[in-house]
C-alpha cells in the first residue's frame, strides 16, 4: 500500500472519498459495499476492492487485502416508540419533544410568577390547566438535567413520558439519579 503522506495524489482522494461518504452519497455506498452484517453488538462490512482501488486512484494489487473487511461496534438505542441503530461513539441528540416542553414550562412558569392566573397562560398556550399542570414542574429540573436535556446528552431512555408518568422530586439529587445524570 503506498504511503498517502508521501502522495498527495492518493491524499486527495482518500479525501475525496471520506467527503463523499459522509455526505451520504447513496450511489457511493450501493457501489462500495458488497456485504453488510448485523451482528448483535458489531456491523460488518465487506468492500468491493475494485471499486475501492478505482476511488484511492490505486491498483488492486497494491492495497492492502485488510482495507476489504471491517467491524465496528454498535448498540441499539431507544428514545419512547423511537429506536436508533448507533455506530460508534453516539452524537448528542436532542429530544425536540422533551426541549420544546421545556422550553414552554419556563415560559408558563414565568407567566404563572408574574402573577397571570393559570387558565389564562393555558388558553394562551392551547392547553387546558391540566396540560400545564403536568407540564409545568420541567421547569423546576435540577440544571445538570435540563443542561442535558438542551446539549442531547440526557440517556435516550428518558422521555418526556417517563419524567411525567411520576411526580418530580423537589431534591436536585434525587431528580439526577432517578433520571441517570
Not at 436508533?84 to 415560559?107: F, I, S
Request: aromatic share 4%; net charge positive.
Amino acid at each position: 500500500m503506498p504511503d498517502l503522506r508521501a502522495d498527495s495524489t492518493h491524499l486527495r482522494a482518500v479525501r475525496n472519498l471520506m467527503r463523499d461518504l459522509t455526505a451520504r452519497q447513496a450511489f457511493m455506498l450501493r457501489r462500495l459495499v458488497v456485504r453488510g452484517i448485523v451482528a448483535q453488538k458489531e456491523l460488518r462490512l465487506r468492500l468491493d476492492p475494485a471499486v475501492l482501488a478505482d476511488k484511492l486512484n490505486l491498483s488492486v494489487e497494491k492495497m492492502s487485502p485488510d482495507l476489504g473487511d471491517f467491524s465496528v461496534p454498535i448498540c441499539l438505542r431507544r428514545r419512547g416508540v423511537e429506536a436508533k441503530l448507533v455506530v460508534g461513539t453516539p452524537e448528542p441528540d436532542p429530544d425536540p419533544v422533551l426541549l420544546r416542553t421545556l422550553a414552554d414550562a419556563h415560559r408558563w412558569a414565568t407567566a404563572l410568577r408574574d402573577g397571570t392566573p393559570i387558565s389564562d397562560v393555558a388558553r394562551e398556550a392551547g392547553h387546558d390547566d391540566v396540560c400545564i399542570r403536568t407540564r409545568g414542574p420541567l421547569a423546576f429540573l435540577s440544571p445538570k438535567i435540563q443542561i442535558a436535556i438542551r446539549d442531547g446528552t440526557l440517556p435516550p431512555e428518558v422521555t418526556l413520558r417517563r419524567i411525567l408518568r411520576h411526580q418530580i422530586p423537589l431534591d436536585w439529587t434525587q431528580q439526577d439519579r432517578l433520571y441517570g445524570i
